[in-house]
């Protein structure tokens, strides 16, 4: 069973400066936690992220490698796993499709482990992230960490969207 999740404001703590470093990615209390009790429970986690400080300069690829690596070892540290990281490195001006609202990141995800998307859970705390779950027959679902509980309070969410509070929750739900 394959759930997607968010890094920036699902995974970590996000920020309007980007993370651009290993020093400044921190995880969101309990979502480290709750990879691993996904995993445990039989989950394959795949990380769906847009990276545009890549493409705006601020920090280079073996930069962004550098921060996986630690969220992957934070995350195997107490017992979780990512199969994969899928990144897309391009401004919001550049019309490519990988960047979410665009579903591309979902679709090389379906690719690469060779499964349906349909009722797949794409975690996000942005509505980009519901509008690329959507595209694709996703389950989306809205975390109130990050930017989400501003988009739970001021947007209309589709029908059909869940919303919990952190990725615990989420964990909560999946897991019984």
């Given at each position: 069973?394959l759930i997607c ?7 970590n703590q ?6 651009k ?15 691993a009790?996904?995993t ?17 300069g ?11 690596e ?13 199969a994969?990281?899928f ?20 679709l090389?995800?379906k690719?690469?482990f ?32 990050g930017k ?12 059909g ?16």
């Amino acid at each position: 069973m394959l759930i997607c999740l968010d890094r920036d404001g699902v995974i970590n703590q996000d920020s309007e400066a980007y993370i651009k470093s290993p020093e400044e990615w921190h995880a969101i209390p309990g979502s480290l936690e709750a990879i691993a009790r996904l995993t445990t429970a039989g989950y394959t986690i795949a990380v769906i992220t847009n990276q545009s400080g890549l493409g705006r300069g601020l920090f280079d690829l073996k930069t962004l490698v550098a921060i996986h690596e630690k969220m992957l070892r934070e995350i195997r540290a107490v017992g979780g796993e990512v199969a994969a990281i899928f990144y897309c490195p391009h401004l919001p001006g550049d019309q490519c499709a990988c960047r979410k609202p665009q579903p591309g990141l979902l679709l090389q995800a379906k690719e690469y482990f060779q499964v349906t998307l349909k009722g797949v859970w794409m975690v996000g705390d942005t509505f980009r992230d519901v509008e690329a779950a959507r595209a694709v027959g996703c389950q989306p679902v809205l975390v109130k960490t990050g930017k989400g509980k501003l988009i739970a309070e001021t947007t209309t969410l589709p029908t059909g969207c869940l919303v919990f509070d952190d990725l615990a929750a989420v964990a909560d739900a999946l897991v019984c």
